[in-house]
């Protein structure tokens, strides 16, 4: 039977781990997939976490099944970061933990086929190149709105309320809570304040995407806009990764939080998603979830983690900044400034796809086509020959 399948195409983003590894120049640099890096390259279990894991090891007295949510309380300690503390008491959320933000995701786009089968979901264009795959193969329909100028490096925000003011009630939106991943460009709270009025104007349903938190400037910063519709509307759904802030990327730590509109519709969502849950995998991994949940109710775990988070988010940014200086001097006819003010990891260096082959063939520089870069992968040390090999693909 498997023969009537056709080949597919590999992720465009996971493709770049491996052409990057294969490569033998020494001088190769990986600006791909979005993981973090230190000074030296290396992407570092962050130290909390590894004295979370030996407490783990020492602590955990059995593996057994603990259900489809997951643990009750990294559920919890999820909820109060994103929507505050006491979030965990209001009975109208209900969380489940998944495996990463890709799980919360299916999951949540299962639950809206399941509620409405003819659901909209509104993306931004551009958006994460697995959105589109992983919300639509569910079954949701999916149509964009405009979010960025390639041009002038902005946000085209009216256009962006002028596409949304022709969703129609019920629809959902999805946004990306902070880091906006391709572009690192984000609404301002300004325009978040703005995008509130238009939602329940319409009576949209906000559908947030958050797998940066603390990497823009700050956990509770990067919360406005989950806290803002929170509020403000009667239901939404959010997403959440602890893949970044916890550099927990392969243990798949994440969670699906859905804000119904009463405690019986909470409910009944709930039973529902743990339904899905079952049917799809189960029950999520428990270790990193475990883990997440011991440093966040640990005080000092918890402060030495923000420093964590904190140095993370100063190197991006530093790094970001190095940047935009080598490029003035390598490509001073170029504008490159925009890249200082994008958060998170990603941002669009405004280069063509061709451009991007060749800095790939010629200089064993790995992007993804669409020209982002993830600024993690820069470094003091590479950073000139970045700049010099970016110039030559732009003359
Ligand atoms: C990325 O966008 O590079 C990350 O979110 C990793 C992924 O799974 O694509």
């Known amino acids: 039977m498997f023969e009537t399948l056709e080949p597919k195409s590999p992720d465009a983003i996971l493709k770049l781990i491996a052409e990057h590894q294969n490569d033998a120049r020494a001088e190769k640099v990986d600006l791909g997939v979005g993981v973090y890096r230190d000074a030296d390259g290396k992407t570092p279990i962050l130290k909390t976490v590894k004295k979370a894991e030996h407490w ?8 057994a099944y603990l259900g489809s949510r997951g643990d009750i309380v990294f559920c919890d300690a999820i909820e109060k970061l994103l929507f505050a503390e006491g979030a965990e008491d209001n009975s109208r959320i ?14 949540a786009a299962e639950l809206v086929v399941r509620a409405n089968p003819d659901a909209v979901m509104w993306v931004s264009d551009p958006t994460w190149n697995n959105h589109v795959p992983l919300l639509g193969e569910a079954g949701v329909k999916l149509r964009a709105y405009p979010y960025y100028d390639t041009d002038s490096n902005r946000i085209l925000f009216d256009a962006m309320l002028e596409a949304l003011a022709a969703a129609k009630e019920g629809e959902l939106i999805l946004l990306h809570g902070c880091c906006h991943n391709p572009t690192g460009m984000d609404l301002s709270v300004a325009q978040w ?16 995407d958050i797998a940066y938190q603390g990497f823009a400037e700050g956990l509770d910063e990067d919360a406005y806009g989950v806290r803002l519709m929170y509020d403000r509307v009667p239901e939404m759904v959010v997403t959440q990764s602890c893949s970044k802030n916890f550099g927990l990327y392969r243990d798949r730590v994440g969670a699906l939080s859905f804000v119904a509109r009463d405690e019986a519709t909470a409910k009944t969502v ?18 990193g979830g475990a883990v997440v949940a011991h440093i966040l109710n ?23 900044k190095l940047l935009v200086e080598a490029l003035q001097k390598t490509a001073p006819e170029h504008d490159f400034s925009h890249v200082e003010h994008t958060s998170g990891m990603f941002c669009y260096l405004g280069v063509t796809p ?4 060749r800095l790939k063939q010629d200089r064993g520089i790995y992007l993804v ?16 020959y970045l700049a010099e090999s970016i110039a030559s693909v732009l003359y």
């Open 298 to 320: 640990d005080a000092d775990l918890r402060e030495e983690w923000l420093a964590e988070l904190a140095e993370m988010r100063g190197r991006m940014n530093g790094m970001r």
């Open 369 to 384: 086509d669409s020209g982002r870069i993830n600024v993690c992968g820069i470094t003091e040390g590479n950073v000139e």
């Open 56 to 63: 783990l090891v020492g602590s955990q007295a059995s593996k």
């Open 94 to 107: 209900s969380t489940v933990q998944t495996p990463g933000g890709s799980g919360a995701l299916r999951v």
């Open 354 to 357: 061709e451009q991007v082959a």
């Open 270 to 287: 709930d039973s529902q998603a743990l339904y899905v849950v079952r049917t799809m995998y189960s029950l999520p991994p428990d270790h």
């Open 193 to 208: 304040d703005q995008l509130a009025d238009l939602v329940t104007e319409r009576g949209l349903i906000p559908f947030i």
